[in-house]
């Protein structure tokens, strides 16, 4: 696979794709992977716009407080928005400027608003990262951020992914390496290139 700049094709709309997956399942870490790999490739990824601080190790996203994200919302200045775990979250308008130049878009998304996102954007394409019960739980244990109650809400809601179904779903069981998972990823978005 070549992920040297492509000449664009202004004919054709780019792909969105809805990557999400349970807590600890290493959706961040692989979308950081290919964000890498990627980065001259015509693929975006989208940042969103949350009203939860910025952590050092965290997700690469756009903090708001609530106002400002308010504001922007009364304003339509967001594609996609949710509520989860007690913040906000937006995807921008922008995301659509991209898919019309014929960019393929990646968003992270939430298994929570699945169904309206594909409301608003049919033909997005889902990609679903999972790991083992036993993988979430070591993974949530080792980044310290959730108490031992929280760390099993979060592993008993990951069971609502196993019932997903889509048309376009792609699935990654990310137990191995942070390559192989990534390349797997990679593989994805390439797969709907051209």
Known sequence: MS?????????????????????????????????????????????????????????????????????????????????????????????DTWLNQGLNVVMNGSRGYFEQACQLHADLVAVLVTASESTLRERLLARGRESAVEIEERINRASEFESLATTHLHRINNESSIEAGGEALINIFSEQEG
């Open 3 to 95: 992920r040297e700049k492509q000449d664009l094709n202004s004919g054709r709309p780019g792909r969105l794709f809805y990557v999400m997956g349970p807590s600890g399942a290493g959706k961040d870490t692989l979308m950081a992977y290919a964000r890498e790999s990627l980065c001259e490739a015509p693929v975006i990824f989208a940042h969103r716009y949350i009203t939860r601080p910025v952590e050092l190790h965290g997700e690469n996203h756009i903090h708001l407080s609530e106002a400002e994200f308010a504001n922007r919302l009364q304003r339509g200045c967001f594609k996609f928005h949710w509520n989860s775990h007690g913040w906000l979250y937006g995807l921008g308008t922008e995301v």
